[in-house]
């Protein structure tokens, strides 16, 4: 027979299950505005009848013994994870290009366009004044004057440009390299912590949403896959174990590259090559046995993320180095490339020579570059010549004193203002390229105008994308986060499932009293 008292017990199994299931619903509507929790559920399991009953049947029907509780654990889909994760990086990569591209856009914004635009038409007036006095009392130092206003803009925009780049590499030593190695060392502890826990008997399901809100930061960053495991400890006892290893660009196809091994973690490190410039990710990883690995030349193999956006702005140059990424290095390379072709220009249309190399006329260069070299944004200057006197700007290639032309005043006025010209560059092997060609004032508006469209085009990728995460995250949070009316619904079902528990304790308490009290008294 059935232990007298096994319908009792069942009775309470249920009632226990049901005030812990109470439990769970009240930890997660007291957790609803809780940032990062996940919705928690009671699991439960049939306890499987045992024994043999003889005399109640001959085929021997059995009964189960009631419930048990297996355990607590979260509301998570492992797909929408992932799914949420990989839009994470897809949105910081575009999101990191925008925010340079914003500052790249206050240097070449639309004020500044008609600032450096007004200089320069400012230069052609007063030339055009002294092409009206060529042979009378005219001179030159109303159009040098106008040139000092254009460089002062030139050189502040150059040196604005190189501010956005120096900005961010900073950015990328102090904040965003830092960041990534303190959200790995926390993963790293909170595994320990919650294998520990899970050692001693709790879920730690606290610690794994800590845990879960670090690896969504840490996907903005980089692009990851996190692969969940199992370790036995203490014989049969199993406890759970996490990684992260990096997506797409790293390793071998026959070697993973972790940043996180259970209780081992690897780091990343930045700096700036002194020969090229660029910007460098020394990565410190693990590979599949857990030995640990270097990789110096990391910086191209990021493929989603934050990280990645940084440093395509930081070291791609767009036609100057062969990439579909137009990084700072261009926009300084473009501008660069408009100074030394206004300076060049000027200076070819300025200078004569007879037979011998000596310069006639008092010409010369009317720019050079501060310190020697080829002429950037960064370091052109009036020429000292130009400067003392010894050079003046050239009206006419003569010097008789009855002449009163001023053709090759009037071919610089052309050249700054209407003719059209080949702005050249050199590319990352040394190959001189054609970067614009256009007008003097069209080279400068085209760099802002290349601004406008990269932005615009950013900033609609960026829209598209935060739509996908945003939908992405509903999903997610519809099967992680606490729905109120789900949980209340739960409370009234719980609710029931205690009382009707009670209720067949009751019945099993009056059928004992049956049992013990009433049998075997007919007839007394």
Partial sequence: MRSTFSGMNMALLGMNASQRALDVTGQNLTNINTSGYTRQRLDLASISPTGADYFNTRYN????????????????????????????????????????????????????????????????????????????????????????????????????????????????????????????????????????????????????????????????????????????????????????????????????????????????KYSIDPVTGESKIDLEYLDSTGTVKNDTDAADKFTEGILKGNLDMLNKEGIFDGTDVKGIGYYQKMFDSFVNTLATKMNEMNTFTDGFGNNLYNGGP???????????????????????????????????????????????????????????????????????????????????????????????????????LANTADARDSVTGVNLDEEVMNLMRYQQSYSAAARLMTVMDEALDKLINNTGVVGR
């Avoid at 294998?195 to 840490?218: F, M, T, Y």
């Avoid at 009163?404 to 071919?411: G, P």
């Avoid at 560059?425 to 060609?437: A, D, E, L, M, P």
């Fill in 366 to 468: 009317l720019f050079e570059a501060e310190g020697g070299g080829d002429i950037t944004a960064a370091n052109i200057k009036i020429s000292d010549g130009w400067m003392d006197g010894t050079i003046r700007l050239v009206a006419e290639e003569t010097d008789a004193p009855e002449n009163t032309s001023a053709k090759n005043l009037l071919k610089m006025i052309n050249l700054l203002s209407t003719d059209t010209i080949e702005f050249m560059g050199t590319n990352s092997s040394g190959v001189s390229i054609q970067v614009f060609k256009g007008t003097m004032p069209g080279a400068y508006a085209n760099i802002q105008a290349e601004q406008g469209i990269e932005k615009k085009s950013t900033e609609s990728i960026l829209d598209n994308r935060v739509t996908v």
């Fill in 61 to 268: 029907v059995k009964v189960g013994q009631g419930v048990l509780m297996t355990g607590v654990s979260q509301i998570r889909d492992p797909f929408l994870d992932i799914q949420f994760r990989n839009q994470l990086s897809r949105v910081g990569s575009v999101d990191a290009k925008n925010q340079v591209l914003t500052g790249i856009g206050d240097v070449f914004d639309n004020v500044d366009v008609t600032t450096v635009q007004n200089a320069l038409d400012d230069v052609v007036k007063q030339m055009q004044t002294l092409s009206t006095k060529v042979g009378q009392d005219g001179n030159d130092n109303l159009v040098r004057s106008s040139f000092e206003v254009l460089l002062s803009y030139i050189h502040q925009n150059a040196t604005d440009l190189s501010k956005v780049r120096t900005e961010l590499e900073s950015k990328m030593e102090t904040t965003v390299i830092p960041d990534i190695n303190k959200i790995l060392t926390s993963i790293q502890q909170l595994n320990e912590s919650i294998k520990s826990s899970q050692v001693l008997g709790s879920p730690a399901l606290e610690l794994k949403d800590k845990r879960n809100q670090l690896i969504d930061d840490l996907a903005t960053y980089l692009p990851i896959d996190v692969v969940y495991g199992e370790e036995t400890v203490g014989g049969s006892f199993k406890v759970e174990t996490m990684s992260i290893k990096l997506k797409d660009g790293f390793g071998s196809p026959a070697e993973d590259a972790y940043l996180i091994q259970d209780d081992q973690v690897g780091s990343l």
